[in-house]
Each structure stands twice: as C-alpha cells, then as structure tokens.
C-alpha cells in the first residue's frame, strides 16, 4: 500500500474512532445506569480493538518494502502483544483457597 493512502486510511480509521467515543459517552448520558454504561463499553471495546488492528495492519502494509523484516517482525510482536495484553481472562477458574 502506498505511504499516502496509508496515512489517509489511519487518520480515517482514528477520527472514527474518535465518532464512536462520542457518541458512546453521548449514549451513557441518554441511558444513565450502571448496566447501561457497561454494555456500550463493552460494544466500544470491540470496536477499538478491531479499528486497533485495522491502523496497525495498515501501518505494516505500507512499512512492508521499506524496512528490514525483523523490524517488521518487532513492530507486529509488539502489536499482538497489546491485543494479547488486554483481553480479559476468561471466567472459568480454579477458586483461590480463602475464596469461598
């Protein structure tokens, strides 16, 4: 992809993203409970890793020809690392001993 069309493609990608913050935090004043605000987090949370990813491999695609591979490989390890890094555990655990 070209270094152009890939810089136009991230700042679409972030000022989306910058909408959808909006209109979330728009949303948690319309429907002001608890519930409600956790719900449209969760939604947002979605979308960001998913635009998230869409930025970074963007990115990559353009840097692809222009620098070395291992460069590349630490600019995506680091990426995965982030999304890794963020999720949540999954529910399904052994209880701690003081736990009843």
Request: aromatic share 8%; hydrophobic share 60%.
């Amino acid at each position: 992809m070209e270094g152009e069309l890939a810089t136009w493609v991230m700042t679409a990608a972030r000022f989306l993203i910058v909408v959808i913050a909006v209109t979330a935090g728009l949303l948690m004043i319309k429907y002001p409970t608890v519930e409600a605000s956790l719900r449209i987090n969760a939604v947002v949370a979605m979308v960001n890793v998913l635009l998230f990813s869409l930025i970074n491999f963007v990115g990559i695609g353009a840097l692809a020809g222009k620098v070395p591979v291992y460069k590349l490989g630490l600019v995506i390890a680091g990426s995965l690392m982030i999304i890794f890094g963020t999720m949540k555990p999954k529910a399904n655990r052994m209880p701690l001993e003081n736990e009843s």
